[in-house]
């Protein structure tokens, strides 16, 4: 039962993925709730919270997934990994998707 609710709302979320892309939407402030360990790199396990919980990683997941960022739902699926919400997409979340965000979070530099 739990998963048929998640995957309702996550749907609900990743359904505004196809049809935001010519809406500007503001970037809310991010919660911080965690940050990963200092020297340790984000991957597509990573909580959604804690990558936006950094403001470097937050631009690239508002950049590279506006529509998920900006999802009036995103409270309820950001304990989720991006594995994990492509997962229960339907295909919303392509591996292309996955692809670009894994790749642009490669490449930040860690903190001092």
Do not use: E
């Not at 529509?67 to 919303?92: F, H, K, P």
């Amino acid at each position: 039962m739990r998963k048929k609710i998640l995957q309702g709302t996550t749907a609900c979320c990743l359904a505004a993925l196809g049809g935001c892309a010519g809406q500007p939407i503001a970037a809310p402030a991010p919660v911080a709730k965690a940050a990963p360990p200092q020297g340790r790199a984000y991957t597509l396990d990573t909580p959604l919270h804690i990558i936006a919980a950094d403001p470097r990683a937050n631009a690239i997941l508002w950049h590279d997934l506006p529509g998920l960022m900006g999802s009036n739902s995103y409270m309820m699926i950001d304990d989720m990994s991006l594995a994990q919400i492509a997962s229960v997409s339907g295909g919303r979340l392509t591996t292309a998707k996955l692809n670009l965000v894994q790749s642009d979070l490669a490449g930040l530099a860690p903190d001092p």
